[in-house]
T-cell receptor, first 121, second 117 residues
Framework: GAVVSQHPSWVICKSGTSVKIECRSL??????MFWYRQFPKQSLMLMAT?????????EQGVEKDKFLINHASLTLSTLTVTSAHPEDSSFYIC?????????????????FGPGTRLTVL | AQKITQTQPGMFVQEKEAVTLDCTYD???????LFWYKQPSSGEMIFLIY??????QNATEGRYSLNFQKARKSANLVISASQLGDSAMYFC??????????????FGRGTSLIVHP
């Protein structure tokens, strides 16, 4: 099946620093990638949707200047948490999807990465 | 309004028994997809099963089956012959489509399943 990787799997940083998280689709081209945030024992909260070559679409309440998303290629999207603070500590999960118009457009075409646990001290 | 409702925050089941995890959804679209994901303590989201709104038969994948009742807007996950490794969080999700559909899945709050020996 399709594989999505995330790097790093966990990161600890000091308050005020920036952290970059990479999301890669390893064996397919992802026209769309999603970034989610998950607090302990809670559901996934969609932060933004990014399409290759265009600006990301952020969900309401998500600061686009704080969470920079770049989707420069069909296999790579990055999320940069700028000037991280302790309240940004969370589990960040990306997912990648091929075009919804292809066969299985309502099928299992969204593949999740293993997540990145960010701890800001 | 919540689009996906999982009313069971936690469930316990004995090993080898079957368990049903509830999920109800809300949509006005005719075309939509329903998903179940498993999230073990490692955090990875594992796809389990999918049901399309036009599928007439309930989806099955090994020990997982989806009890799809369209009129009641429910999509319960049934796990047969539970195993200790089934202990995890389970999320129900829906992706709406059709004109104006976002194709972006909406997740429920999840149900924590604990399988005990």
């Amino acid at each position: 099946g399709a594989v999505v990787s995330q790097h790093p799997s966990w990161v600890i940083c000091k308050s005020g620093t920036s952290v970059k998280i990479e999301c890669r689709s390893l064996d397919f081209q992802a026209t769309t990638m999603f970034w989610y945030r998950q607090f302990p024992k809670q559901s996934l909260m969609l932060m933004a949707t990014s399409n290759e070559g265009s600006k990301a679409t952020y969900e309401q309440g998500v600061e686009k200047d704080k969470f920079l998303i770049n989707h420069a290629s069909l296999t790579l999207s990055t999320l940069t948490v700028t000037s991280a603070h302790p309240e940004d500590s969370s589990f960040y999960i990306c997912s990648a999807r091929t075009s919804p118009g292809l066969a299985g457009g309502f099928g299992h075409t969204q593949y999740f990465g293993p997540g990145t646990r960010l701890t800001v001290l | 309004a919540q689009k996906i409702t999982q009313t069971q925050p936690g469930m316990f089941v004995q090993e080898k028994e079957a368990v049903t995890l509830d999920c109800t959804y809300d949509t006005s679209d005719q075309s939509y997809g329903l998903f179940w994901y498993k999230q073990p303590s490692s955090g990875e989201m594992i796809f389990l099963i999918y049901q399309g709104s036009y599928d007439e038969q309930n989806a099955t994948e090994g020990r997982y089956s989806l009890n799809f009742q369209k009129a009641r807007k429910s999509a319960n996950l049934v796990i047969s012959a539970s195993q200790l490794g089934d202990s995890a969080m389970y999320f129900c999700a829906m992706r709406e489509g059709g004109s104006g559909g976002s194709y972006i899945p909406t997740f429920g709050r999840g149900t924590s399943l604990i399988v005990h020996p």
